[in-house]
């Protein structure tokens, strides 16, 4: 035997032991182990208070679990959940934290990047969200709706008084044509005065095709069509009564006019019939006295 080839043998023995004898490198039973995955997280730049801060970040391999933000000084920002977007509220250190919701070696590393948030120069701009009013017939009341981006509460009021008014957020239309409201915000000690938004609508007349008149006028309709129904049902109850009774025959009847107040006279007819009173009233100016006879 070549006492080379043995000394050889013998080397590698003693560097790499039985598993460098066979010629591989790794002689496990299993698979490798997998290589955790890791999470690369740009530095984010220096705002001013109110600045929104868009975040970067990525984990190699993708494919596995979900990335994450959160805010570790929440008095000075805020990350709304599953929202890439920093919310700076005031002055100070914004620290966000990148991370997988999960343990190694399936989810990496949590990673984290600190800015500063600087006080801003002047007070914060702020916007007015503020919609289109539907048309309306006059005497329906309209509700408003509006937004300030500061949060802060928008107040309304009438361009047009004599078509309409505004009480907090419901106008009251008082006359046909348009109305026109405009929404304001004065802002605060930390936001800007909002400019002014105005919206228009039309005020349609009662009466108008299409538009429905207000409820208290429909139930005056309704009271006066049930008087009408119940004086033509009386008319025609009338109608159907029976005639007075004819005059009983050979009565008659002689009037002498005299000063004074209407009298009451009887006049008995011969025969069986009941006693008639009738009342005289003597017209004045004329020399005609009307008979009436007053029946129970």
């Given at each position: 035997?070549?006492?080379?080839?043995?000394?050889?043998?013998?080397?590698?023995?003693?560097?790499?032991?039985?598993?460098?004898?066979?010629?591989?490198?790794?002689?496990?039973?299993?698979?490798?182990?997998?290589?955790?995955?890791?999470?690369?997280?740009?530095?984010?730049?220096?705002?001013?208070?109110?600045?929104?801060?868009?975040?970067?970040?990525?984990?190699?391999?993708?494919?596995?679990?979900?990335?994450?933000?959160?805010?570790?000084?929440?008095?000075?920002?805020?990350?709304?959940?599953?929202?890439?977007?920093?919310?700076?509220?005031?002055?100070?250190?914004?620290?966000?934290?990148?991370?997988?919701?999960?343990?190694?070696?399936?989810?990496?590393?949590?990673?984290?990047?600190?800015?500063?948030?600087?006080?801003a120069a002047g007070?914060i701009p702020q916007?007015?969200?503020?919609?289109?009013?539907?048309?309306?017939?006059?005497?329906?009341?309209?509700?408003?709706?509006?937004?300030?981006?500061?949060?802060?509460?928008?107040?309304?009021?009438?361009?047009?008084?004599?078509?309409?008014?505004?009480?907090?957020?419901?106008?009251?239309?008082?006359?046909?044509?348009?109305?026109?409201?405009?929404?304001?915000?004065?802002?605060?000690?930390?936001?800007?005065?909002?400019?002014?938004?105005?919206?228009?609508?039309?005020?349609?007349?009662?009466?108008?095709?299409?538009?429905?008149?207000?409820?208290?006028?429909?139930?005056?309709?309704?009271?006066?069509?049930?008087?009408?129904?119940?004086?033509?049902?009386?008319?025609?109850?009338?109608?159907?009564?029976?005639?007075?009774?004819?005059?009983?025959?050979?009565?008659?009847?002689?009037?002498?006019?005299?000063?004074?107040?209407?009298?009451?006279?009887?006049?008995?007819?011969?025969?069986?019939?009941?006693?008639?009173?009738?009342?005289?009233?003597?017209?004045?100016?004329?020399?005609?006295?009307?008979?009436?006879?007053?029946?129970?």
């Amino acid at each position: 035997m070549d006492l080379r080839f043995v000394g050889i043998l013998l080397a590698a023995a003693a560097a790499g032991g039985p598993a460098a004898l066979a010629g591989g490198a790794h002689q496990g039973t299993g698979p490798p182990p997998p290589v955790p995955p890791t999470i690369m997280f740009d530095q984010p730049s220096s705002v001013t208070v109110g600045t929104p801060v868009s975040l970067s970040a990525s984990v190699s391999p993708a494919g596995g679990l979900p990335l994450l933000f959160q805010s570790a000084t929440r008095s000075v920002c805020t990350v709304p959940v599953n929202q890439p977007t920093v919310t700076t509220l005031t002055a100070g250190t914004c620290t966000i934290t990148a991370f997988q919701d999960g343990k190694p070696p399936q989810a990496a590393t949590a990673v984290t990047r600190s800015f500063q948030v600087q006080a801003a120069a002047g007070p914060i701009p702020q916007t007015i969200t503020f919609g289109p009013p539907p048309n309306a017939t006059v005497g329906t009341p309209v509700t408003l709706s509006a937004h300030a981006s500061s949060g802060l509460a928008v107040q309304f009021s009438s361009d047009t008084p004599s078509a309409c008014t505004v009480t907090k957020s419901t106008v009251t239309t008082r006359a046909a044509g348009t109305c026109t409201i405009t929404a304001a915000q004065s802002g605060s000690a930390r936001y800007a005065a909002a400019p002014a938004v105005t919206r228009s609508f039309r005020e349609s007349p009662i009466g108008t095709k299409g538009a429905r008149p207000p409820a208290g006028l429909l139930a005056a309709a309704a009271i006066i069509l049930a008087v009408g129904a119940v004086a033509l049902t009386l008319a025609r109850h009338r109608r159907r009564l029976p005639p007075h009774p004819p005059t009983a025959p050979g009565l008659s009847v002689r009037a002498v006019p005299q000063a004074g107040p209407p009298r009451l006279v009887s006049v008995r007819t011969t025969g069986t019939d009941a006693t008639t009173t009738v009342r005289i009233e003597p017209s004045s100016g004329t020399s005609t006295t009307t008979i009436e006879e007053a029946r129970p």
